[in-house]
Structure formats: C-alpha cells, structure tokens
C-alpha cells in the first residue's frame, strides 16, 4: 500500500554534487517527520538530515555546511541536495518518513535506498 521510492543516486567526482528525491505513496493520512540515513559497507546506518512537517531541519555535522534537506508537501516528496562531495560521503542514502497511517498514531517507513558513489 504505501512505499518511499529514493531516485538521484549515482557516480560522481569528489567535489561534485547531487539531489537525491524521495517519493511517498500510497494509503496514509499525511506525512510528519521525513529524513535520509545512509550506510556504507560495514558501518552503522547513520542518520544525516531530517526534517519535521512544521519544517524544522536538522542536518549531522558530517555534512553541514554541504547538504541540505527540503520537503515539498505537495508532492509528498522530501529532497536531499549535496555539494561538495567527499569520498567518505559513498553510501546507499535510505529515505525514511513517518506517516500517520491512522488516526492514532504514525508508522515509520523504508525506502530501498539509492547508491551514492563519490570517487575520482
């Protein structure tokens, strides 16, 4: 019923840039917190930058200064926009959201992930 699909991963040189987008869809009653977690081969998932429905962000000080997260309500989309990328940022970047999927209480959902490779 209801999926994240991530899209804007790729290949690309250090001090590049990339916007990843992540799309919900489906059954659910609204949207509240959404966020992007990465996690490279053989370390934890880490969260890098999330943003509440009211629009507060919040973004790890391993990226500040380089992403940015955004959301378009509209759309049920939130976005990650990254600049001057580094080798260490390489990961498979998850979209995560919690959605009110009753009228109760929120459910939080997985995207698949996209693969972020930045490499010379």
């Known amino acids: 019923q209801v999926q994240l699909v991530e899209s804007g991963g790729g290949l690309v040189q250090p001090g590049g840039s990339l916007r990843l987008s992540c799309v919900a869809s489906g059954s659910f009653l609204g949207i509240d917190d959404m966020g992007w977690y990465r996690q490279a081969p053989g370390q934890q998932r880490e969260l890098v930058a999330a943003?509440?429905?009211?629009?507060?962000?919040y973004v790890a000080d391993s990226v500040k200064g380089r992403f940015t997260i955004s959301r378009d309500t509209t759309k049920n989309t939130v976005y990650l926009q990254m600049n001057s990328l580094k080798p260490e940022d390489t990961a498979v970047y998850y979209c995560?959201?919690?959605?009110?999927?009753?009228?109760?209480?929120?459910?939080?959902?997985w995207g698949r992930g996209t693969q972020v490779t930045v490499s010379s």
């Open positions: 995560n959201a919690q959605l009110q999927t009753t009228y109760y209480y929120t459910t939080d959902y």
């Open positions: 943003i509440a429905a009211g629009g507060s962000a």
